[in-house]
């Protein structure tokens, strides 16, 4: 069934027949879903009017027919806050909220008196030879623009990971992360410029290629190397930062305390060019993958004039020599401390994502910077946690100030088995606080901390993002008991029927015991506690009523992990009838170090059992019928999704795969990621038995691993949704499994996305790929 795209919409004036129409009728309450908008930032300062604050939120929409994301910003102003005002009540929303198109990031000043907007204007054209503007307002009006020329440097990084910008402590100076500036193409043919050198532009010539540029990636293709830019806001004078090594990407920029003798410092986080613990001398793929080393390093800030400092700048300093991973720098307010987070558990383990840890190292005020003494550890890996304890650390970044008012506790969102949290840590004690309700199926996260005041946003299946405040009542001693949470009303509008299946949507956390196939294995005891599966209804399935058709719903990694929080997509398969299970099995985030590692070396094995038990459970409870199971799942996802269909062929009604790991065999030789294919495929050893070009033994260990090897026992009608700039597990993977299907009489169905990468997430795919998951699975359940 191929979906023509006039009955997509909800305007089609053809008569229609009545799948048709069914489709249409689906195609609007997606639609009414994608109108949902989420709440992505805010940021709080203190109201001119008394106790009051002022909270600028920044949400996004989707925008369906220009295949975009609107952003805007809408003000709040919560009177007394923190003084135990209900917020509820004494809010004030501003009337409307103001578009903001062109603005590529939105950063306040550290006062709030000023804001940067940057513009990425790329590509620029040769008439406008400015590849971004940065733009500097005031209260009123705009105070400064910047062009920065496109030889300077290019697009300034959005990518939320080498990203980073940061005001100066006086405000003046702005540090930045963009893409240092192309290099020249090589020209050919007849004209020769005065200096024998070829001129572009002039008739018989032409521009050659050049040397291939080595990227990051999945995400990065075509992006050139991050390197770090400081911007003079008075003068609008644009320098980078000189000495970076050739083979060092550099991000995450923050600004060090000022010293007393004026030196103004630099810190930032840097990964090398080669691989280390790989053995490689390649840049291996970076988006999802933690397990790439990295260290902070600190400079001088570039000269400006009179502030200028009268030295050259030499290399950067290494800070952190003595761990294989450090990240998210960020300083105390009072100056005493350098705090960051390290995944050198995924880097020294070889997995592309484990259990971080939190450092700290006190500063020595900059005068005479040199190596930092080793950094203490404030929060380390957790390996086994209790049932109902702090499983360790999941977040990959801080808010720019994440800190309460006695300069010693950082606030940070992680996830904590299936939800997300907020939790506070003491840098002395190292004491871990969840200040989320434990009794909340929501997931939360963190937006702005002010003094005492939290600022956060919440979701559930059946609820989409709400704005929270806390404030922490108690001064003196810092307790999770200190915060108590308030609804800030969020006047969002719904149609009837997205109001209706909302309120109808039930979601519970189910505890899913091992396999008792693992009985004669030697695991950890931390891999032998019960891990978790995420129960969606649409309503309370009633002993003794047929239950829903069941759709398992398999996150992707598989390092990654299900949390509560609202999905639109999966709110809409809820609303045409579906109940969902998301499997956290094995392997995921938020379970401790042990439960995590021992899914490397066995996947296919071990995962495909976890999601097989939990559908057991499932089915026990009565919550759904053995003979209406579908499965999705994306990229690690869609492996399990094929395995599932492979090695238990009686169980499933179909299954629906995104960007699906079919065949590891092949995919190592043209993913971004080869390592994960010996990670996964090998466990530990892959460390050492990674290799560019890869045995014939290893070929036939990937291949052994793989759902292509159970293609013969499938007897279901599957679905592909594929991307086909996808870097991280190309095209041809799923193509090839789908060729292999339709080549035993099975039925297929696929759909390419040209423009799509490897999370097919631009608006319209998106839209088109869950339209036709929702159509897909009402054919076959
Ligand atoms: C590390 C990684 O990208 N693995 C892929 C095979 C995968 O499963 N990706 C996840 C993150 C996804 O959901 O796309």
């Known amino acids: 069934m191929e979906l023509a795209p006039a009955i997509l919409g909800s305007n089609s004036a053809a008569p229609q027949a009545p799948q048709d129409r069914q ?101 620029a054209s040769k008439d406008s030879p400015c590849s971004v503007k940065l733009q500097i307002w005031g209260p009123m009006q705009l105070l400064k623009e910047v062009h920065v020329p496109s030889k300077l440097h290019g697009s300034v990084y959005t990518d939320g990971w080498f990203e980073g910008v940061s005001w100066s402590h006086d405000e003046r100076f702005i540090a930045y992360v963009a893409e240092e500036p192309p290099v020249d193409r090589p020209v050919f043919g007849q004209a020769m410029g005065k200096d024998g050198q070829k001129q572009e532009g002039e008739a018989g010539t032409w521009k050659g ?21 400081v911007a003079d806001t008075n003068s609008g004078s644009v320098q980078a930062v000189e000495g970076i090594p050739q083979d060092l990407s550099a991000g995450q920029v923050v600004w060090a305390p000022s010293s007393s003798e004026g030196t103004q410092y630099l810190v930032f986080v840097a990964w090398s060019s080669f691989a280390d613990n790989f053995k490689t001398p390649r840049k291996l793929g970076m988006k999802y993958c933690y397990n790439r080393p990295c260290a902070l390093y600190a400079t001088a800030a570039p000269m400006f004039g009179s502030h200028s400092l009268d030295r050259t700048p030499g290399a950067p300093l290494k800070l952190t020599a003595t761990i294989s991973s450090a990240f998210s720098p960020r300083f105390s307010p009072d100056g005493e401390f350098l705090v960051f987070l390290s995944a050198k558990a995924a880097v020294d383990s070889g997995a592309h994502c484990a259990t971080n840890s939190l450092h700290c190292v006190k500063w020595s005020g900059g005068d005479s910077l040199g190596t930092l003494p080793p950094a203490r550890d404030v929060v380390p890996v957790i390996s086994r946690p209790d049932a109902k304890g702090f499983p360790g650390l999941y977040c990959s970044t801080f808010l720019s100030h994440p800190w309460l008012y006695d300069n010693r506790t950082l606030l940070l969102t992680s996830a904590w088995r299936s939800t997300q ?61 200190a915060f108590q949470w308030s609804d800030i009303p969020t006047p969002v509008e719904h149609t009837e029927e997205v109001q209706s299946i909302l309120s109808s949507i039930s979601s519970r956390i189910l505890q899913i015991p ?57 709110a809409f398969l809820v609303g045409l009838g579906f109940s969902l299970l998301h499997v956290n099995y094995r392997g995921s985030l938020g379970f401790g170090e042990e439960a995590l590692q021992c899914l490397l070396g066995n996947v296919g094995r071990r995962d495909v059992n976890d999601v097989l038990t939990a559908l057991d459970v499932v089915l026990a409870e009565g919550l759904a019928k053995p003979d209406k199971v579908a499965v999705v799942g994306g990229s690690h996802g869609g492996f399990l999704t094929s395995h ?48 560019e070009a890869p ?87």
């Open 23 to 123: 489709l249409a009728k689906q195609s609007e309450l997606l639609q009414s879903f994608f109108g949902i908008p989420s709440i992505d930032k805010a940021w709080a300062s203190p109201s001119p009017r008394g106790n009051g604050l002022d909270v600028v939120v920044a949400m996004s929409q989707i925008d369906l027919p220009g295949n975009a994301k609107r952003n805007f910003m809408s003000h709040l102003y919560l009177p007394e806050a923190g003084h135990g005002l209900d917020p509820a009540t004494n809010c004030h929303w501003s009337p409307f909220p103001i578009q903001l198109s062109g603005a590529s990031l939105v950063v306040p000043s550290p006062s709030g008196s000023k804001v940067l907007v940057v513009c990425n204007t790329e590509p």
């Open 209 to 229: 290629q050049g040397d291939w540029m080595e990227d990051w990636g999945e995400c990065y293709a075509g992006k050139r190397r991050p390197l770090i830019y």
């Open 421 to 481: 949290v907020i939790v506070s840590v003491n840098l002395e004690s190292g004491e871990v606080l969840r200040l989320t309700p434990e009794d909340s199926i929501s997931s939360w996260s963190l937006l702005s901390v002010f003094k005492n005041i939290l600022l956060a946003v919440a979701s559930n299946p059946g609820s989409p993002p709400d704005l929270k405040i806390a404030y922490c009542s108690s001064m003196e001693k810092i307790s999770d008991a």
């Open 514 to 570: 091992v396999p008792s196939s693992d009985g004669n294995e030697i695991l950890p005891q931390g891999a032998k506690d019960p891990f978790e599966a995420i129960f969606v209804s649409p309503g309370e399935v009633k002993e003794g009523s047929e239950p829903p058709p069941l759709v398992l719903v398999l996150h992707g990694g598989p390092h990654s992990v299900s949390v509560t929080g609202f999905s639109r997509n999966y």
């Open 644 to 691: 599932l269909i492979g090695q238990a062929p009686g169980r499933f009604v179909t299954g629906i795969v995104r960007n699906p790991v079919c065949n590891i065999s092949s995919m190592v030789g043209i993913t971004d990621i080869p390592d994960w294919c010996y990670m996964e495929s090998y466990g530990k050893a892959g460390l050492n038995l990674y290799d």
């Open 695 to 781: 045995s014939v033994k290893h070929l036939g260990a990937f291949y052994q691993a793989s759902p292509i090897a159970h293609v013969d026992k499938v007897q279901v009608p599957t679905m592909f949704l594929l991307g086909a700039q996808d870097r991280r597990v190309p095209v041809s993977n799923g193509l090839q499994y789908a060729q292999a299907l339709r080549a035993r009489g099975l039925e297929v169905k696929v759909i390419v996305f040209p423009d799509d990468i490897h999370a097919i997430d631009r608006p319209q795919s998106d839209f088109e790929s869950f339209v036709n998951i929702g159509a897909w699975l009402k054919r076959f359940t």
